[in-house]
């Protein structure tokens, strides 16, 4: 599987932004999918995590309430929609894959994903 992410960008306190991660392979949609961020000199942080089917999603605590995470099997495409963004979100954020059962085990833990996409950058200004 290859992830490919997108819709990264400048945008000002307060605003939004929806990220995209479109998945290559057949099997995209047996996948439990995850949202990490990684900001300057920090550790790669878990963001959100959606099981194959979307009836799962799991948020960190700072971006419950603001994020949102979705996916369409339709279009191999998980998506990560993003309001009330704070400085502190500013990060380059990354999306995963893993091809196991969705599970409180692993979904929140990065040395758990199989495949990650390249990373797209969000500033978020003051």
């Known amino acids: 599987v290859q992830l490919q992410a997108s819709g990264g960008g400048l945008v000002q306190a307060g605003g939004s932004l929806r990220l995209s991660c479109t998945a290559s392979?057949?099997?995209?949609?047996?996948?439990?999918m995850g949202w990490f961020r990684q900001g300057p000199g920090k550790e790669r942080d878990f963001v959100a995590a959606?099981?194959?089917?979307?009836?799962?999603?799991n948020y960190a605590d700072s971006v419950k309430g603001r994020f949102t995470i979705s996916r369409d099997n339709a279009k191999n495409t998980v998506y990560l929609q993003m309001n009330s963004l704070k400085p502190e979100d500013t990060a380059v954020y990354y999306c995963?894959?893993?091809?196991?059962?969705?599970?409180?085990?692993?979904?929140?833990?990065?040395?758990?994903?199989?495949?990650w996409g390249q990373g797209t950058q969000v500033t978020v200004s003051s």
């Open positions: 995963a894959a893993k091809d196991q059962l969705y599970s409180s085990s692993w979904y929140d833990n990065p040395n758990r994903y199989n495949y």
């Open positions: 392979g057949r099997t995209f949609s047996s996948y439990g």
């Open positions: 959606i099981n194959w089917r979307g009836g799962i999603r």
